[in-house]
């Protein structure tokens, strides 16, 4: 995907903010994109028409996101954009009638396998659109991923993610695979061997203080490893896409 030199400039000076961040720079960066447009998003829901469309397209939010959303958003907006998904889930709801479903139908069903005949009934109002967080999700963490990669081939840059606590492994794992050259490899690669060093250390510590030789020992860098360690193997919550399989 073409980036704009403003955008990938834009790009690198957020890049070098979240360096300083405890954590994962992409998913920081991420979790701000989607906070800014939900943000904007209740401000702007009741008035805009192509807002209130593509929520309708979309069914509004997925799970994680709607409820995201219902913790910071004002009650008359999220009242309208919802009442849009209902009117649409409602009308499709009246026109279904009973269809009669073969035993191989139900459980090739269970198993996820498709009909083989089309719903003639529709899919009860099933979205046509992604969830509109999520694509904010992908389209940043996409962008800052190739802003990354392509900056790791500065050494300015590359010293300054040294310093930081590098890519979780679902960021890693994508980075690793789209470097564009050696170095960018590289540097990934010793940073997170790095990273996970030192957290398989505090991990070995905080398993060894719960045994009870030791838990008279006071709390030291040990301290919330085991949170970091699902952080790091996982992403921060909600801001890591899932892995297709």
Same mark, same amino acid.
């Given at each position: 995907? %073409?980036?704009?030199?403003?955008?990938?400039?834009?790009?690198?000076?957020?890049?070098?903010?979240?360096?300083?961040?405890?954590?994962?720079?992409?998913?920081?960066?991420?979790?701000?994109?989607?906070?800014?447009?939900?943000?904007?998003?209740?401000?702007?829901?009741?008035?805009?028409?192509?807002?209130?469309?593509?929520?309708?397209?979309?069914?509004?939010?997925?799970?994680? %996101?709607?409820?995201?959303?219902?913790?910071?958003?004002?009650?008359?907006?999220?009242?309208?954009?919802?009442?849009?998904?209902?009117?649409?889930?409602?009308? +499709?709801?009246?026109?279904?009638?009973?269809?009669?479903?073969?035993?191989?139908?139900?459980?090739?069903?269970?198993?996820?396998?498709?009909?083989?005949?089309?719903?003639?009934?529709?899919?009860?109002?099933?979205?046509?659109?992604?969830?509109?967080?999520?694509?904010?999700?992908?389209?940043?963490?996409?962008?800052?991923?190739?802003?990354?990669?392509?900056?790791?081939?500065?050494?300015?840059?590359?010293?300054?993610?040294?310093?930081?606590?590098?890519?979780?492994?679902? %960021?890693?794992?994508?980075?690793?695979?789209?470097?564009?050259?050696?170095?960018?490899? +590289?540097?990934?690669?010793?940073?997170?061997?790095?990273?996970?060093?030192?957290?398989?250390?505090?991990?070995?510590?905080?398993?060894?203080? %719960?045994?009870?030789?030791?838990?008279?020992?006071?709390?030291?860098?040990?301290?919330?490893?085991?949170?970091?360690?699902?952080?790091?193997?996982?992403?921060?919550?909600?801001?890591?896409?899932?892995?297709?399989?």
């Amino acid at each position: 995907m %073409h980036q704009s030199r403003a955008t990938e400039t834009q790009g690198n000076h957020d890049l070098f903010e979240a360096f300083n961040d405890s954590g994962c720079p992409i998913c920081t960066l991420t979790l701000e994109a989607v906070s800014r447009y939900m943000t904007s998003t209740n401000y702007d829901s009741v008035s805009d028409p192509e807002i209130r469309k593509q929520f309708e397209t979309s069914h509004a939010f997925c799970n994680f %996101h709607a409820h995201q959303w219902l913790k910071e958003a004002f009650i008359l907006g999220t009242a309208q954009i919802y009442r849009d998904v209902l009117l649409v889930t409602y009308a +499709d709801l009246r026109r279904r009638s009973f269809q009669a479903v073969s035993p191989g139908q139900r459980i090739g069903s269970l198993f996820g396998r498709k009909k083989a005949e089309p719903d003639v009934n529709g899919s009860l109002g099933q979205p046509t659109a992604p969830c509109p967080a999520c694509a904010i999700l992908v389209e940043t963490e996409t962008r800052l991923l190739r802003t990354l990669l392509i900056g790791l081939g500065e050494v300015e840059f590359r010293d300054a993610y040294d310093g930081s606590d590098g890519l979780c492994v679902p %960021h890693l794992r994508t980075g690793l695979a789209d470097s564009p050259h050696q170095k960018a490899f +590289d540097s990934l690669k010793q940073r997170a061997i790095g990273a996970q060093e030192t957290l398989l250390t505090l991990l070995d510590e905080s398993i060894r203080k %719960h045994d009870y030789r030791f838990r008279h020992e006071p709390a030291g860098e040990e301290s919330g490893s085991a949170a970091r360690a699902v952080s790091y193997v996982a992403g921060a919550s909600g801001a890591a896409k899932p892995v297709e399989r």
